[in-house]
């Protein structure tokens, strides 16, 4: 069964604006819109949709129209259709696609998102081949189908081509479905940073209101083009002729800054449209984030901006800036303005945005561009990655977010991005409060900690900093100085002590200070005085002079097992701070060395001035804890960057049909938790091995299961509402012979019923040894959706909190990683020379379990603990399980955006 609301969504065009996409209704006013639309089809249209052009038209509705199995939906722009796609069936799993655009809409970019969002449909329904004959002239069809990355099949037959292709993405459709996007995302944020004319609708003749401060900022700042202020009530604001709508402002305008009350802004962009302006920036609170009657305002106006095609940056933003010579817009209304520069800055919080571009200005970190986005109505981090992305100007993006839209679509993304330019976040809320209804080992170890938010940062190569401060002594590192070929620093200093606290925090963030290399400390004690130390740190005492610092900064560049430099100065009385500066400058810039140098100046927030020259630049920090931080990050990045691409495995033989359908008849039944029974069986269908289980409903039922089994036995109570069995005393272990097993059976069974569970059973299974206990598991987050979760298992499992968590889907790459971040990692590969475990196994458990919860996200929480994991070479087993499922929220489909 589709689900059809999700399939309402906006998706941009190659021009950068949107279009509405949406199923289409069998009702009276659908089929009005859709006889307007095939009016006014041309000729050529009619021909290349239906193989001729002298088709009754009335009839063409009936065709098109949502009726007999058939899946249609439309493109809306103005209030009009401009698109329409659809699929008839043949037979079972095979379905003819269709699919016409307006001729003014053709080339867009439309027909491929219709075609990929039409075959996510049908494969959904279980459609696996499309097939459809087409014109010979028709090469836009041929060409849209073979461009978008299916593998087609291509006959050719008297008068006609007949296309056959598979409806699921290849992973090559995806990437050039991606590719078309970033195209157009680029389009529709350039327009934004790069307007000809602007309107300040809303600017005030009153320099301390926000309307005032905006206008005066363009104009200030010295805008190359024309900038109109828009006010009903004056004839000139700050001196300058103003108009009393948009719509008198003479000749185009790109771009609108509204700041009026939010009553009025619906109306406001209702001439913007007029106009034909297509970005508008709204300043204006009093949205979604003021209550039930801001959401419906914003709503409004979406549905204004949607139904034109205009982009929207807020509302409730700060504004944006561009500080590109060519450009110098300043449409924000802070009294700052950045220094130009390589770092794009997105804020989610107007009010951190003024903050953060007077300390950009402190630390001399330059911007390219920042963009305050305020509520992310419609243009939001994901959009702007994609165009600092393809932004020469910008080498690092910086983001403060409070919240995400998309988070897979965020991860992609990311990935990609990340490989050209690092990313550095700032995500605020930590919330647990979206796990608390957990009632599993993994839900609960997921209670205390944004570990989704970790999770995602990690697999996709972000920078994650807990601070904006920290995040800029990052940004200032990667946007000056080479990436470090290793995690080994050189830390020269004038202060024993100061090289002594930069060592330390050096090694609290995965750095090495090894001593240097022979040869290299040999000639350091032939040019600095007796008294200092050259193994490293080396401390020149504190009558080196600038002389000293040149001489041990030329020496030290030289020792091959050295990949960055930390040179701290604490002023003395007899040396300027300056001088120390010019050396440090002259010396990474004559060494030319791809080993990154960061400058140390305590006593001061650096001085970033006079280690600049305009051609390097040299971040400086006020204690060297900071600089060993931001060094950390950069080896972190770095070791992202060399790691391979890693792959989604695929798990050949799985029961996804079957498993479907016992995940629907629980749901049916309005059940949450799994029998016992029905765990096995789900697990079963994923091939995840769970050990031989026996159920029985009284003690004499276990004594016989017990009576044909000739090993040591485990028995375990069930109940509805059961999850510690330990605890509850529900589990007794070693046990041999029916008596044994009889007696521990009716021990369980009462103290079930004196503790008031219902539903009590029994559970016998062999006894599993010799193994290491582990923890496997899965929840869902109604954000980020399927998260796996791995660590050491067993009773202790929440008191050693030992774990590691990914997103789904999850490639090797990320379960080497998270398998290795574990403590418990060094006794699975042999700890002090003990044996090593099958470590093989538990990494085919996780990908199949990563599987199930992606196929069927309705399985919500997945408690396998324990997992035994055997010595190397015989397996892992579940012995035991819990699977809770529940209704959630479909992905968007490809190519549309969050509403």
Request: charged share 25%; net charge neutral.
């Amino acid at each position: 069964m589709i689900s059809q609301s999700r399939f309402e969504s906006d998706v941009v065009l190659k021009d950068g604006s949107l279009a509405h996409v949406r199923p289409l209704k069998n009702n009276d006013h659908d089929q009005q819109l859709l006889a307007q639309f095939v009016r006014e089809l041309s000729d050529e249209s009619m021909y290349f949709r239906f193989l001729t052009a002298a088709y009754d038209r009335s009839q063409v509705i009936e065709r098109l129209m949502p009726k007999d199995g058939r899946f249609c939906i439309i493109a809306e722009r103005e209030g009009k259709i401009i698109g329409h796609a659809a699929y008839y069936m043949i037979d079972q799993d095979k379905a003819e696609p269709g699919l016409v655009i307006s001729d003014s809409y053709q080339g867009k970019g439309l027909g491929t998102i219709l075609l990929a969002q039409l075959t996510e449909a049908a494969n959904e329904q279980g459609i696996s081949i499309f097939e459809t004959y087409v014109s010979p002239e028709n090469y836009r069809m041929i060409n849209l189908v073979k461009n978008s990355g299916f593998h087609v099949e291509v006959k050719v037959e008297p008068g006609q081509i007949l296309l056959t292709f598979p409806t699921s993405l290849a992973p090559e459709a995806v990437e050039r479905f991606e590719r078309r996007e970033q195209v157009a995302t680029f389009a529709a944020v350039q327009k934004f940073l790069y307007p000809n004319a602007v309107a300040v609708i809303g600017a005030s003749r009153q320099r301390d209101s926000i309307g005032g401060q905006l206008f005066h900022n363009i104009i200030s700042t010295g805008f190359n083009g024309p900038v109109y202020p828009v006010n009903p009530n004056a004839n000139f604001v700050q001196s300058i002729p103003a108009y009393h709508s948009v719509l008198d402002c003479p000749g185009n305008i790109d771009l609108a800054v509204i700041s009026v009350p939010a009553r009025y802004v619906s109306a406001v962009a209702k001439e913007c449209a007029e106009k034909g302006i297509k970005s508008l920036v709204i300043i204006s609170a009093g949205f979604s984030e003021a209550g039930p009657e801001g959401v419906k305002l914003q709503q409004e106006l979406m549905d204004i901006c949607r139904e034109y095609g205009m982009r929207v940056i807020g509302p409730n933003c700060m504004g944006i800036i561009n500080t590109d010579a060519n450009v110098m817009l300043n449409a924000q209304f802070s009294q700052f303005f950045p220094k130009g520069g390589s770092v794009g800055f997105l804020s989610q919080s107007g009010a951190l945005g003024i903050a953060v571009i007077e300390h950009a200005n402190k630390l001399g970190v330059g911007l390219s561009s920042f963009v305050s986005v305020g509520n992310k109505a419609d243009i939001s981090g994901n959009d702007l990655i994609q165009f600092w992305e393809q932004d020469e100007r910008t080498k690092v993006i910086l983001l403060y977010l409070e919240s995400f839209g998309n988070p897979k679509k965020f991860s992609r993304i990311a990935r990609r991005v990340g490989k050209k330019k690092p990313i550095i976040v700032v995500k605020s809320g930590r919330s647990s409060a979206g796990f608390r209804a957990t009632q599993s080992h993994t839900g609960a170890l997921l209670a205390s900690s944004d570990a989704a938010v970790d999770a995602l940062f990690r697999q996709c190569g972000v920078i994650r900093t807990d601070t904006l401060e920290d995040m800029f002594d990052v940004a200032s590192l990667l946007s000056t100085q080479p990436l470090p070929k290793g995690n080994s620093v050189a830390i020269i200093t004038n202060a024993g002590g100061a090289g002594i606290l930069a060592a330390d925090a050096c090694e609290a963030v995965g750095l090495t200070v090894p001593e240097l290399n022979a040869d290299v400390q040999y000639k350091l004690r032939q040019v600095l005085s007796t008294g200092a130390a050259v193994r490293n740190p080396v401390d020149m005492i504190a009558s080196a002079t600038a002389d000293d610092y040149r001489k041990a900064m030329q020496t030290v560049f030289n020792d091959p097992n050295i990949d960055s430099m930390i040179v701290i100065f604490v002023p003395p009385l007899t040396l300027r701070e300056e001088d120390v500066a010019k050396v440090i400058l002259e010396e990474t810039e004559k060494a030319g060395s791809d080993k990154p140098v960061l400058a140390c100046f305590m006593a001061s927030r650096g001085v970033p001035e006079m280690l600049s020259n305009g051609k390097i630049k040299i971040p400086a920090y006020p204690f060297p804890e900071e600089a060993a931080k931001a060094l950390g990050k950069a080896v972190e990045y770095k070791r992202w960057l060399e790691k391979p691409e890693g792959e989604v495995r695929k798990v050949d033989g799985r029961k996804r049909a079957e498993a479907a359908s016992l995940v629907s008849k629980i749901l049916k039944e309005g059940r949450g938790w799994l029998s016992m029974e029905e765990t096995n069986t789900l697990l079963g269908y994923y091939g995840i091995p769970v050990i031989n289980t026996y159920l029985a409903r009284t003690a004499d039922e276990a004594a016989d299961i017990a009576a044909k089994m000739q090993t040591k036995m485990v028995v375990k109570g069930t109940a509805e509402g059961l999850v510690h069995k330990t605890e509850a005393g529900a589990v007794v272990l070693g046990l041999e012979g029916k008596n044994a097993v009889y007696e521990a059976a009716q021990s369980i069974l009462s103290r079930l019923k004196t503790s008031g569970y219902k539903n009590a059973g029994l559970v016998i299974q062999p006894m599993a040894e010799g193994g290491v206990e582990m923890l496997v598991g899965s929840t869902f987050d109604p954000v980020f959706g399927p998260l796996v979760v791995c660590g050491a298992g067993g009773t202790l499992v929440e008191l050693l909190k030992d774990v590691s968590v990914s997103l789904t889907p999850v490639t090797d790459t990320d379960l080497e990683d998270m398998l290795k971040s574990l403590r418990v990692y060094k006794l699975l590969t042999g700890l002090r020379g003990g044996a090593k475990y099958d470590v093989a196994s538990i990494k085919d458990i996780l990908f199949r379990l990563s599987c199930l919860v992606e196929d069927i996200p309705e399985v919500v929480e997945i408690d396998l603990n324990p997992v035994m994991v055997f010595p190397e070479g015989k397996g892992a087993l579940t012995l035991d399980a819990r699977i809770r499922v529940g209704e959630t929220k479909p992905p968007l489909p490809i190519g549309a955006k969050k509403r």
